[in-house]
């Protein structure tokens, strides 16, 4: 069985030398030590064979023998489901999977032929199930005949001796399979010829660490101490940016964020693409797509993600602090409201309720109907899924195309290939949500939805249930509901039909005097009636319970310190301060907005400050007050105005070096991460500066300059949506080689660079 047609180059090499050997010309003479030399057979050369050879058990899972592996990719059938098996990930991959079938046997299925390996390299070819059977009866192996808990760190070299102590030639090993048959055509040799290996060499165990040896004592118990006393456990986050990349992209995640107290806040479902595009999924099922991106800084790798608004809490540069060998990820991110953890485990099911062979047992039961935005609402179905894996269409016996449910490496996949009106869902349709009656499915940025028909059409009205919404108390002691958005606004409904809303059940069944402010219905407690009325003429009333309760209005103001900065010119004023600018994201939910000098002043509503826009202080520091009314309430808020010294430790010179190396990004214009997506390439050979984000491209001009004040980046022809507020000159504040902080006016531009 074990074929040595592998050694025979060996063996060629070997004769070569015994040739070389006997020329009258010598290449060098040094006589080894006894010690030092690998004597056939010996235990080290057993050891070295031992750590060399094709380690047999990390696919167990599917062949159960430890003589041989199986050469990937190899593919299985699992029922109805095909998986290709491409990596070790995906071998683990499937301990999940085969734990559900454990008390079963033969419940998968190869596809010959594949290649198997045995310890010692070489290989063969199977061709059937008995064929592979034969083998694995066969296997008899002991436990010390592979160890796999340290490795060799090539090359390493051997000189080569003849009979009388002249080195013949030197030989150099890259791996594992040239080095054990090196040693095996050395024992079976018959040309006298002596080998030693020339040190150092090092060896690295399975937990990471290493050791140089200098001796073939020094290995032979090297290698023996591995074997004793091996720990596989690696607990610490070794990853570098492709690695981070590569798991991201691997399959699906649950990302939980938990609170700076450890309270859990949320929870998500993540899929990261190659494209820079994130898929959340949150729950109830709402499908929300941003941008994703990892940038290296000095205080590690950062997760970017950014352009998701239903998932803010999602948006944000979130630190790497963690990460296990369980693909376990944590990342944390500084906020107003503390450091907020978030944590991602890998999920290569998708949280899918049910398993791929539960998919497919279901698709073959009954009838599937269709929503999805590619085809018209009369190009509904239904499919009919057959054993076998062809599509029919209603009552039609005519295959359409084809079907397959198949477990990839990110997830659980509805292969199809369709035909005719339905030829454009021919694709790849990877399944988010899964039920025993319905499957929602996403393909790039579409979406295909199939709902379970085994006894009767699912009318519009399935779409639709009795409703409660909940709003803040306003003036005279009402609420104001936004009717449409809240009810009609979140189902995502595949059938055609007309809702109107109307304040008495009576009205709702006659279809008469409809609400005509929807967006916006001031009432107290009560009720109001939804009629979703279908394309045949048919309707249903619906319930909408409207609910009130207090609310504190000035969560918002209550939520930070208002702290206005100016730079410090080196007199004492006046200094100029614009007050709105203190609670600007606060003040549109109020209904009046005051600024006074003393408290008193804002308690009484007296002397109320005339120019708040352009309010001057005289010395470093002053307090002033906000009085802020909505409804019938008030609230005072201080606002504290601070004169300080905005030098910079860096020169001109320092400022342009930092600018022209790396790629900036603006992450923070007044508190606010708006300007996250644009980045900043000052070219080093021209004023000009690319401002740019993935939908837009500018060509702007920058200069610096020296002030008595400190450096000054002037930016000017920036013309770009909210970019353009970049424009104008701005003091260096402070200053890193990564990081600036820019001042013009009471504006705050903050940039960050990436050097990738």
Known sequence: MKSRINHLFIYA?????????????TIDVNNPEEQEIIQPNSQLSNFIGNVTANCGDYDNILDESSCFSIELPVTIIVGDVTIVIETLDDLEELEDLFAQYENEDDFFDFVFPFTIMFNDYTQVVIENEEQLEDFIEDCEIEDDE???????????SFSVFNADFNIVDTVTISDD???YNFLEALGGDDSALIVSINYPVTLVYANGDTIEVNSNQELSDAIEAAEADCDDDNDDCDINMQGLENLLLECGFEAQFYSESGDLTNSLQFQFSES??????????????????????????KLVIEGLETFGIANGLWLLTDCDDDNE????????????????????????DCDAQQIALNLKECQWWLGTNLLSPNNNGPLNFHEGGTVTIGNNEEAIGTWEVLLGNTGVFLILDLSGDYEVLSRDW?????????????????????EQGCETYNEVFDCFGNFELVECLGPNNEAEFNLSADTIGVIDCQYAFVATFHETQADAEAGINAIVETESYWSTSGEVYLRIEAENGNFEVFTIFLNTEECNYFECFESFDAILEQCDDGTDGPYYFDLTQA??????SADVVTYYETLVDAETDVNAISNPETYAMLGVEAVVYTRVVIGDQYQIFPIILIVENCSSSCSELDVDGFLVECIWNAVNYNGSDNLMNWNFDFEPNSQTVVIYNNETTIDATWTTSQSEDGVIVTFSNVAGPNIQAVTG????????????????????????????
């Open 13 to 25: 090499f070997f004769a070569l030398l015994t040739f070389t050997s006997c020329q009258d010309e």
């Open 146 to 156: 592979v160890i796999e808990c340290v490795d060799f760190v090539y090359p390493i």
């Open 177 to 179: 399979e040239a080095l």
């Open 276 to 301: 820079g595009l994130v898929t959340v999924t949150g729950d109830p099922t709402v499908v929300e797509t941003g941008e994703w991106n990892i940038v290296e800084t000095d205080l590690g790798y």
């Open 329 to 352: 990820l944590e990342f944390t991110q500084e906020t107003d409201n503390g450091i907020v953890t978030m944590k991602l485990e890998l999920d290569c099911e998708g949280n899918l």
């Open 430 to 450: 990877r399944i988010v949500v899964c039920e025993d009656d319905r499957l929602e499915l996403v393909s790039d940025n579409d979406e295909l939805v199939l």
């Open 583 to 588: 609670f600007s994201n606060c003040n549109p």
């Open 729 to 756: 000159e701005w003091l260096v504040v402070e200053c890193e080689e990564n990081r600036l902080q820019l001042q013009s006016g009471d504006n705050i531009l903050v940039l960050e660079r990436t050097c990738e």
